[in-house]
């Protein structure tokens, strides 16, 4: 069995329905899979229609069991649908973090996960980890058992900055493991038609080219009707485009995730040993020196403290490594202030998202409506719509072509870089609306609206009227 751990400590970046709909799509592909709920939320039972009443026993339960291989899976799991079983969670997973919790006494305490899968792992081919949004002993019981970690960067403008975090958090790890952990970003919620979207995504793509998959999953409002309905979707919309976003990742995984098969290293009903995040470890005997996943350079971690658990906390080692820059894909070369990374007082990650928000602003700075993209009329009446670049099917409408959806397409630039339409319309103002894939939307890259009839509007200037002499969207509020 392969294990993938879906980790995020950043709330809203699409972690459960990421963990949900890839488990499922691989089910639908004939693969045997298994879903682990960490998260004592426990979103991914809502999300797969499973009721909470009818929970007796959950993957903690499984966690705290003496001889894991005596376990019998039928009394832990549910079976969603055919090849696809739930592990659950419930709220009192909660408690595994707490320093006094059922975990505190036992030595093999970040080992208890990756035993019960070991004794689970010929009934299955994949596991997927949905990970709680914090950083303690359930994240690193997941880290410990997993092949590959998946990071979702929701596109938005503090993305980065939990990306960084959660890379640390595996730095970290792979000190105490003595290997690494490869490890994948992806972004979500990704719509190509907002300059922030894709600002985040180049970002993302210049500074760390080897982690990043080269897929992302779309921001589909049919994602947010499945997990109301209890339904995959891969049971509510099949042939929509999230399930196919969704699938494409299925596949990747399947034909480039390493192969490392972690739990084949683990004997289930060994002897648990001492070897532990929380045995109080310092930092002349902690293991020296390691190299991350996917080729980066590991982060300089002197002096700074590991996450508290179980109220142990341990000092990472000290690097003996020159100090006087950062090497971090997420981070441009900048002197190393002491302590950024336990005061999270912003520092470096701020200073990314600093830098994208005054690059994003430049940029909408560059045209009058933003972004670079939007409506530019001429004196004369000539009116050039421009949007980012897009396989999907994007026409205009208006009232100057009777808002026929078919009537006036964008096509492709020379470059490939945006979609165009250009019209010659009389002076005045003109009202329109995208349409995307048959859907009908405003145009994000103009602000001027007119709220009445729920659409942009476009002014043409008169042939004495400058061009700049168009309303601006500081005039909306005169």
Same mark, same amino acid.
């Given at each position: 069995m392969?294990?993938?751990a879906?980790v995020? =400590?950043?709330?809203?970046c699409?972690k459960?329905t990421t963990?949900i709909?890839?488990?499922?799509?691989?089910?639908?592909?004939?693969?045997?899979?298994l879903?682990v709920?960490?998260?004592? =939320?426990?979103?991914?039972a809502a999300g797969?229609?499973v009721?909470d =009443?009818r929970?007796?026993?959950?993957?903690?339960?499984?966690? !705290?069991?003496?001889?894991? +291989?005596?376990?019998?899976p039928?009394e832990?799991l549910?079976?969603v649908?055919?090849n696809?079983?739930?592990?659950?969670s &419930?709220?009192?997973?909660a408690l595994?973090?707490?320093p006094?919790?059922?975990l505190?006494?036992?030595?093999?305490?970040d080992?208890?996960?990756a035993?019960?899968?070991s004794?689970?792992?010929?009934?299955?081919d994949?596991?997927?980890?949905?990970?709680p949004?914090t950083i303690?002993?359930l994240t690193?019981?997941?880290l410990?058992?997993?092949d590959?970690?998946?990071?979702?960067?929701e596109?938005?403008?503090?993305s980065?900055?939990?990306?960084e975090?959660q890379?640390q958090?595996?730095?970290?790890?792979?000190?105490?493991?003595?290997r690494?952990i490869p490890f994948k970003l992806?972004p979500?919620?990704?719509?190509?038609r907002r #300059?922030?979207?894709?600002d985040v995504v180049d970002?993302?793509?210049r500074?760390?080219?080897e982690a990043?998959?080269p897929?992302t999953?779309r921001?589909?409002?049919e !994602?947010?009707?499945?997990?109301s309905?209890?339904?995959?979707?891969?049971?509510? +919309?099949?042939?929509s #485009?999230?399930?196919?976003d969704f699938?494409?990742?299925a596949l990747?995984l399947?034909?480039?995730?390493p192969v490392t098969r972690?739990?084949e290293?683990f004997?289930v009903?060994?002897?648990p040993?001492?070897? %532990?995040f929380?045995?109080?470890?310092?930092?002349?005997?902690a293991p020296r020196g390691f190299?991350?996943?996917?080729?980066?350079d590991a982060?300089?971690?002197?002096?700074?403290? #590991?996450?508290?658990m179980l109220g142990a906390?341990?000092?990472?080692?000290?690097?003996?490594?020159?100090?006087a820059?950062? $090497?971090h894909p997420?981070? =441009?070369?900048?002197?190393v202030?002491?302590?950024?990374?336990?005061t999270?007082?912003?520092g470096?990650a701020a200073d990314?998202? &600093?830098?994208?928000?005054?690059?994003?602003?430049?940029?909408?700075q560059?045209?009058l409506v933003g972004?670079?993209?939007?409506?530019?009329?001429q004196?004369g009446?000539v009116v050039?719509?421009?949007?980012p670049y $897009?396989?999907r099917?994007?026409t205009?409408?208006?009232?100057?072509?009777?808002w026929?959806p078919?009537?006036?397409p964008?096509?492709e630039?020379?470059?490939?870089?945006?979609?165009?339409? %250009?019209?010659?319309?009389?002076?005045g103002t003109h009202?329109y609306r995208i349409?995307?894939?048959?859907?009908?939307g405003?145009?994000e890259f103009?602000n001027?609206?007119d709220e &009445?009839?729920?659409?942009?509007?476009?002014v043409v200037?008169?042939a004495?009227?400058?061009?700049t002499d168009?309303?601006?969207?500081k005039d909306q509020?005169?």
């Amino acid at each position: 069995m392969r294990v993938v751990a879906i980790v995020n =400590q950043k709330g809203g970046c699409g972690k459960t329905t990421t963990a949900i709909n890839l488990a499922a799509v691989m089910a639908r592909d004939g693969v045997r899979s298994l879903l682990v709920d960490l998260d004592p =939320q426990s979103h991914c039972a809502a999300g797969l229609g499973v009721p909470d =009443q009818r929970i007796e026993k959950t993957i903690g339960d499984a966690m !705290l069991a003496e001889h894991p +291989a005596a376990l019998v899976p039928d009394e832990y799991l549910w079976e969603v649908g055919r090849n696809l079983h739930l592990a659950p969670s &419930s709220v009192q997973l909660a408690l595994f973090e707490a320093p006094n919790g059922p975990l505190a006494s036992r030595f093999d305490r970040d080992r208890r996960l990756a035993r019960v899968l070991s004794a689970w792992k010929d009934r299955f081919d994949w596991c997927i980890i949905d990970c709680p949004p914090t950083i303690g002993m359930l994240t690193f019981n997941a880290l410990r058992a997993a092949d590959l970690v998946i990071i979702p960067v929701e596109t938005g403008f503090f993305s980065l900055k939990g990306a960084e975090k959660q890379i640390q958090t595996i730095e970290a790890v792979v000190n105490r493991f003595g290997r690494s952990i490869p490890f994948k970003l992806l972004p979500t919620l990704v719509n190509d038609r907002r #300059a922030l979207s894709r600002d985040v995504v180049d970002a993302l793509a210049r500074r760390c080219p080897e982690a990043l998959l080269p897929l992302t999953i779309r921001e589909h409002e049919e !994602l947010r009707d499945a997990a109301s309905y209890g339904q995959s979707i891969i049971e509510f +919309a099949p042939k929509s #485009a999230a399930a196919d976003d969704f699938s494409a990742l299925a596949l990747w995984l399947r034909g480039h995730a390493p192969v490392t098969r972690v739990l084949e290293e683990f004997i289930v009903d060994a002897p648990p040993s001492i070897e %532990t995040f929380a045995c109080g470890e310092t930092a002349e005997t902690a293991p020296r020196g390691f190299e991350c996943a996917n080729g980066f350079d590991a982060l300089h971690t002197e002096g700074v403290r #590991a996450p508290a658990m179980l109220g142990a906390p341990i000092t990472i080692a000290k690097q003996h490594a020159p100090r006087a820059t950062l $090497s971090h894909p997420l981070v =441009q070369d900048a002197p190393v202030r002491e302590h950024d990374s336990a005061t999270g007082g912003g520092g470096r990650a701020a200073d990314v998202a &600093s830098r994208l928000r005054a690059l994003n602003e430049r940029t909408r700075q560059a045209n009058l409506v933003g972004g670079g993209f939007g409506p530019r009329a001429q004196a004369g009446g000539v009116v050039v719509f421009t949007m980012p670049y $897009s396989r999907r099917v994007t026409t205009l409408v208006g009232e100057f072509n009777g808002w026929d959806p078919v009537a006036t397409p964008f096509t492709e630039s020379h470059d490939r870089r945006r979609l165009e339409a %250009t019209l010659l319309l009389p002076p005045g103002t003109h009202s329109y609306r995208i349409v995307v894939d048959g859907i009908e939307g405003l145009d994000e890259f103009n602000n001027l609206r007119d709220e &009445s009839l729920g659409a942009n509007i476009v002014v043409v200037p008169g042939a004495r009227e400058s061009v700049t002499d168009r309303p601006t969207v500081k005039d909306q509020f005169r």
